[in-house]
């Protein structure tokens, strides 16, 4: 994608959107840690709704090690692998207490050493919490930077060290949740919405120009006409 493509792709994105935020539903950093941590192969609708059960319980790393990993399960037992998540949780808010008073760190190298917290997590941490200018890579930014050419990629490393390349300055803070929005309504695993999509005619995915609209048409997007142009 050409660097003035890659502008206003983003733009739009933004115009759409101005100030986008996590589905996740959090009010302090280690209530966004427990909630990205139990979001691996879950949605954020499982995730809120198994935290609006625990959090009104325990929502500090003491509380939570007052819980026990038992009991945890019992308000978590509704997401995917909810035993080896209740584990490192426990784990985790160990580590927060012992070596971090209590507090979720802000750097990298700090988050990724907690149990069940890889770079996704920490990235995610990190730009939500911190408003630092990352991009964590999930399936959903893996197939729009794959799909797009936007940033294409073997892994998500790959992937998210591409866009950390290509993404104007302006919009790196946001350029995470732009995508991954984009990924989940729009332009979707098995049947993208590119009809309705904004950016259709910046996107370098041939299959896009075969995308029919609801009624069998081609959306007027596919050829630029209410996307507009660059």
């Known amino acids: 994608m050409k660097v003035a493509h890659r502008h206003e792709f983003f733009r739009r994105l933004a115009e759409l959107d101005p100030e986008p935020k996590t589905e996740l539903v959090y009010n302090t950093p280690f209530e966004l840690l427990v909630a990205v941590l139990l979001s691996a192969q879950a949605t954020d609708i499982g995730v809120n709704k198994a935290t609006a059960r625990l959090f ?9 090690l007052e819980l026990g990993e038992e009991r945890l399960k019992g308000y ?14 426990i ?11 209590g507090q979720v760190p802000g750097t990298r ?42 940033a294409r990629g073997k892994t998500p490393l790959a992937v998210e060290l591409r866009l950390l390349k290509v993404v104007p300055d302006e919009f790196r803070q946001h350029a995470h949740h732009w995508l991954i929005l984009h990924g989940r ?15 259709a005619d ?16 081609a959306g ?11």
Not at 91 to 101: K, M, S, Y
Not at 131 to 147: K, L
Request: with cysteine; charged share 20%; glycine share 10%.
């Open 56 to 64: 009104p319980v325990a929502n500090t790393p003491q509380a939570i």
């Open 202 to 217: 910046l996107c370098a995915w041939p299959q896009r120009l075969r995308t029919p609209a609801p009624g069998g048409k």
């Open 185 to 199: 309504y729009v332009c979707q695993a098995r049947k993208p919405r590119c009809w309705e999509c904004r950016v």
């Open 220 to 230: 007027k997007d596919l050829q630029g006409g209410d996307a507009g142009s660059v």
């Open 91 to 101: 784990a985790t808010c160990a580590l927060l207490i012992e070596q971090h008073e």
């Open 109 to 150: 190298p700090a988050l990724e050493a907690l149990p069940g917290v890889g770079r996704k997590t920490a990235n995610v941490v990190l730009n939500v919490a911190f408003g630092q200018p990352t991009i964590a890579v999930d399936t959903h930014i893996f197939r729009v930077g794959n799909r797009t050419g936007l």
């Open 76 to 89: 978590i037992n509704s997401i995917g692998l909810f035993n080896s998540k209740a584990k490192n949780l």
